[in-house]
């Protein structure tokens, strides 16, 4: 199956629940800068509306990416999940480490300033979800700001199949 992501989208390609994240990140973004996890209003990070999942980009002393540590997963997509996958590296949980979907659209954050828009499969136990819409958003911490220190993505789970194109 072919990876549904773009950088390229219209306000109305992203699905309403994900729009105020997306605004929030926009708003804090400089023309030269991203915005800094400790700008992002934490409070929306707990709202039940937003299936959050915050991971930190791991770098190699050169600054290559070798993985991958999610650091925080919101309560819907905790209650849908097989596991609680927060505080662990995506390169060993099944089917998100490298090779996979997850770590392909993590992988080209890592090294871009613009939110992706993507749909993925839904692999969750659950039967009422056959695939997801994200927002993935890079974010920087406490060192460059232009360089990506995290991943924000807000999720929203849905009954409907994978789209053709996004």
Do not use: N
């Not at 959050?52 to 050169?62: C, F, K, M, Q, Y």
Request: net charge negative.
């Amino acid at each position: 199956m072919e990876l549904l992501y773009t950088s390229e989208f219209q306000l109305s390609d992203i699905p309403p629940p994900l729009r105020s994240l997306y605004f929030q990140w926009l708003s804090l973004s400089g023309p030269d800068s991203l915005p800094a996890l400790s700008d992002i209003d934490i409070r929306m990070l707990s709202e039940e509306t937003h299936s959050i999942v915050l991971s930190e980009i791991i770098r190699s002393p050169d600054d290559a990416v070798e993985d991958f540590e999610v650091i925080f997963v919101g309560a819907t997509l905790r209650r849908v999940s097989r596991e609680s996958f927060a505080g662990a590296l995506l390169s060993t949980l099944p089917g998100k480490g490298p090779g996979s979907e997850i770590w392909a659209l993590y992988s080209r954050m890592a090294s871009q300033r613009a939110p992706l828009l993507a749909a993925l499969p839904y692999l969750g136990p659950s039967k009422d979800y056959q695939s997801t819409r994200e927002i993935l958003m890079p974010v920087c911490g406490t060192g460059r700001p232009d360089v990506p220190q995290y991943v924000l993505t807000d999720v929203v789970l849905t009954s409907e199949p994978l789209p053709d194109s996004l």
